[in-house]
């Protein structure tokens, strides 16, 4: 439960500040061609790519580490404690692809509906025009996807450390 709770709060941070940058025009400090739709899609559809090609390049080395583990389990060693830090590792690589993914779906559905007047959401609302509503999710799906891929790379890192660690305790084993 406090895990669910901790993975929402960036989320919402983001979508305020967004939300602020949006309504007091601070946005047009920086150059608003990275509110362009096309901006948008190809940026976060670049960072979608690198994530599953990051994701691919793990998977194939996690064989790798997974034998490791079943060597430390059969020597009945502490390595095979890895293995549940692999697999939340693993877990949070999977939640930042569909994250990027989400962005760029809902992203792209908010492009396509932007001229579309659906007759339940009733614009301009007292608190938020619908293109400042289109502005602001865009900016939150570049925000969102900034860092998912910033939690994605310090995942990557964490695995490496983990593999350096277990190959190295394994080459320790060995030389004894």
Do not use: W
């Not at 007091?24 to 090609?53: M, P, R, W």
């Not at 095979?80 to 690589?93: A, C, G, K, P, V």
């Not at 998912?148 to 084993?173: C, G, H, P, V, W």
């Amino acid at each position: 439960m406090i895990k669910g709770i901790y993975s929402i709060v960036p989320i919402i941070i983001v979508f305020i500040a967004s939300y602020f940058l949006v309504h007091n025009n601070l946005y047009t400090i920086i150059d608003t061609n990275i509110l362009e739709d096309t901006f948008v899609l190809n940026f976060i559809g670049i960072f979608f790519g690198f994530a599953i090609t990051s994701l691919a390049l793990i998977y194939s080395s996690y064989e790798k580490i997974a034998n490791t583990i079943v060597d430390a389990v059969q020597q009945n060693d502490e390595d095979s404690n890895y293995e549940e830090d692999i697999f939340e590792l693993l877990n949070e690589l999977k939640e930042d692809v569909i994250a990027i993914f989400y962005c760029i779906l809902i992203a792209f559905i908010l492009i396509l509906l932007r001229n579309i007047d659906i007759p339940i959401v009733k614009f301009p609302m007292k608190i938020i025009s619908k293109d400042e509503l289109i502005l602001i999710s865009k900016l939150s799906f570049v925000l969102l996807t900034l860092y998912a891929m910033y939690d994605l790379t310090q995942t990557i890192f964490d695995l490496i450390k983990i593999s350096y660690q277990l190959s190295k305790r394994n080459k320790e084993k060995k030389s004894s």
